[in-house]
């Protein structure tokens, strides 16, 4: 039982530090990729291309995987980056996306 414990201490702490790490190269990501439409911060906003700001609630209020879902097949007007990006760089941007709450 004590041997179980302290393999479920480590995995959360690893899961813990890994998160700002992929936010971290999130970051970069969604400058390269991202920032041109969503804004350097995310909150840009353009209706007319059904861009929202990811910093607000209808953003945010979405799950990590259909995040990944809507960076990975596209979604709207948002171009699909399967195959542009690899899996770990849209789990960073995704990543990123979470830091952004307003």
Known sequence: MKKTMVIL???A??????MPVFAA?????????????????GTKENPGMGVKSLAGADVQKNSDAD???????????MPA???KLSDDEIKGVVAFVRTLKK
């Open 9 to 11: 201490a480590m995995f």
């Open 13 to 18: 702490l690893v899961v813990s530090t890994a």
């Open 25 to 41: 190269d999130g970051s970069a990501t969604f400058k390269a990729k991202c920032a041109m439409c969503h804004g350097a911060d």
């Open 67 to 77: 995040l990944i879902s809507a960076v990975s097949k596209g979604k709207g007007k």
């Open 81 to 83: 980056y399967e195959g």
